[in-house]
């Protein structure tokens, strides 16, 4: 590397962003964080891949941001309050344009979340990041995949599906319009329900966010709490930027199996669902798409008819885009 790695974290990331709460932050061999002692901490880490969680070329300042955007998604999910975060940086070359707009993008969220980056590790190798990050939640409460009942009403945050779609225009490169702009925005910013799982934590019986696919997570809900669900085709949110592009069933099929769309599933017991649900949507827009049952198992209607899936997987999803055009696949988180 040209640069070197002190000169890397001194550049790019010390001294940047700063919380009382960081009594000591990059430089010594550990940072030293206070934590009230009426909180309870919460820690979460992803890590993304060059190739693999993004497409390979995505700008520097895009990977910067959704890094940390997939990893706030988690403490929002749980419903605590971002504080802190350490980065794992392993970088093929020291390029200084990258770590420039990576930077850039990294703490354009974090500012906006009040996110101190409190330490890390710089190493060479395949371009990869690991972030965690760790926050706090009052104790009474956090939010858990376990606590939904049968006869809870299921919401959804957002839309859901745009961010899968969003990767097709991305890896197909389709040319800019209103819609693919919209799509390719929701898969590269995904923006982080912090203030939604806040709100939640006192009102929501079970909460986890949507990276694999509604479908999927929902499962993952069910499975944890050891019931399972009924979604109705017809109350998902609907896209308009979708609808620009796509027929309908595949619309639908982007919104149950798609992923990486960061939103917020969440259940919440029907006696105060609608009083809730008013308040939750002066945060941001969310959808009863479905109800809790005792009956295992995830099953989606339309009307009075089961429906399935059709369009699953990336393969399928891309040749309803353009066929004949087969990307390479890239994972979810
Ligand atoms: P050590 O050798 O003791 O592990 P390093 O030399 O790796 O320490 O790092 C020096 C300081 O820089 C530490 O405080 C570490 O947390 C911080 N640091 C290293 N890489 C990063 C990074 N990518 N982002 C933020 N802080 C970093
Ligand atoms: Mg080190």
Redesign the pocket.
Known sequence: MSLG?FDI?ARY?ANRGARRDVLLG????AAVLEVQHDRKLVVAMDTVVDGVHFPVGTGAADVGYRALAVNLSDLAAMGAQPAWMT?S?SLPTADERWLEGFAAGLFEIADRFGVA?V????VKGPLVITIQVAGWVEPDRWLTRSGAQPGDLVFVSGIVGEAAAGLAVIQQQLADTSATTVLRERFLRPEPRVTLGRSLRTVASAAMDVSDGLLTDLGKLCAASGCGARVDVDRLPPSAAMAQMFAADICVDYALAGGDDYEILFTIAPQYAARVARDLNAICACTQIGVITSQRGVECWQGRQLYSVKHTGYDHFSAAVAPGIAPSSVATQ
Not at 26 to 29: E, L, M, P
Not at 119 to 122: L, R, S, Y
């Open positions: 790695e974290i990331f990059i430089g010594d061999d980065l940086l980056l330490g890390g590790d710089t």
